[in-house]
């Protein structure tokens, strides 16, 4: 038996992707890798229950730090089924007050968005089927030219992202650019993963899920915003097709991330169920090396081909 991992799946579009997946896989095991433990398992048998999916189970994860990461490779090395076929990174946040960090002095935006889903994905290379497929979420706020209203995602050097300097901005706009640079990471991460991995069968691709209110996203937000997210934007969803709920984005999701219809793509960002192109930024190849090879110094993970991936 296989496994798929789903990272966040204790709520938002995490939880419709693995509602959906146990509807796509019964018979792989399916992993619920959350922060809050107890959210996973509630997850889980709320899964179980209007699936009857018997192979689901939760296993903690805290991706703003790199001993829980590693706790939950070594956990997952252990398991009877550890051949992965999907990798979903879909757990994100989006910190809009005072600036934090994470256990490793991180920034925390950057260091959950990216450089925990990095590591992770890298950490389970070894446990990759020849021919698994690996997914990260990531946003249409990326991408200047879609003016989502978010300020401009911006590469500067991968080391200020993860220690920035001092700002006198406002703890709102800044929030909101780490939040939209760190989707713009993750992309560029499946397009330097996708080169490391070529020789191999194993398929990498970009999501955005557009628009999607009413999730824990905007749960730091000030009271006006979260009002406007979780009420008017909801009922936009019918009216502008960039919004969706999260069962539509959960679904495209699970779709894009295991079906049979999208197992040919390679590289790609999709936006919902289509290959779109991303920012003009993502495509700079020294923004990707700068932000690669900063991720393997700042993780200490070495990136290492699985030995049965190639030829
Ligand atoms: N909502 C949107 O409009 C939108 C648009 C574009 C992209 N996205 C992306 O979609 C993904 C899912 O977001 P969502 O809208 O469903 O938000 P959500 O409801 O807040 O779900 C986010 C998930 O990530 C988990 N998470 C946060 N920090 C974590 C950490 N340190 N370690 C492990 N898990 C962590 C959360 O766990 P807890 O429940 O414990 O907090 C939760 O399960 C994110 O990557 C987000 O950037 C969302």
Not at 71 to 90: D, G, M, P
């Amino acid at each position: 038996m296989n496994s798929i991992i789903i990272t966040g799946a204790n709520t938002g579009i995490g939880f419709q992707c693995a509602l959906k997946m146990a509807k796509l896989a019964p018979n792989e095991q399916i992993i619920l890798a959350c922060r809050n433990e107890q959210l996973g398992k509630d997850a889980v048998a709320s899964i179980g229950k209007k699936t009857g999916h018997q192979y689901m189970k939760c296993l903690p994860l805290d991706l703003a730090s790199l001993k829980s990461i590693n706790e939950f490779t070594q956990i997952f090395s252990k398991e009877k089924h550890h051949q992965i076929s999907t990798l979903v990174n879909n757990a994100g946040i989006q910190n809009v007050a005072e600036t934090q960090y994470t256990e490793d002095g991180f920034e925390l935006t950057f260091g959950v968005n990216h450089l925990g889903s990095f590591a992770l994905t890298l950490l389970l290379l070894p446990f990759m089927n020849h021919n698994a497929r690996i997914t990260f979420v990531s946003s249409g706020t990326h991408d200047p030219s879609q003016k989502t209203g978010v300020p401009d995602a911006e590469h500067t050097h991968a080391k200020l992202l993860a220690y920035p300097e001092d700002t006198t901005e406002k703890a709102l706009p800044v929030g909101q650019k780490r939040y939209a640079t760190s989707k713009l990471c993750n992309i560029m991460t499946v397009y330097q993963l996708q080169k490391h991995l070529s020789g191999t069968n194993i398929h990498v691709n970009a999501f955005a899920p557009g628009l999607v209110p009413g999730t824990g996203l905007a749960r730091n937000y000030p009271p006006f915003y979260k009002f406007i997210s979780n009420y008017i934007f909801k009922v936009m969803i019918r009216f502008n097709p960039k919004m969706n709920s999260a069962k539509t984005s959960g679904e495209n999701l699970a779709n894009l991330a295991y079906s049979s219809d999208f197992e040919r793509y390679n590289g790609k960002y999709f936006e919902g169920k289509k290959p779109i192109k991303s920012s003009e930024d993502s495509y700079n190849v020294s923004f990707q090396e700068d932000l690669w090879e900063t991720s393997l110094e700042l993780t200490g993970i070495e990136f290492s081909l699985p030995t049965n991936q190639t030829g």
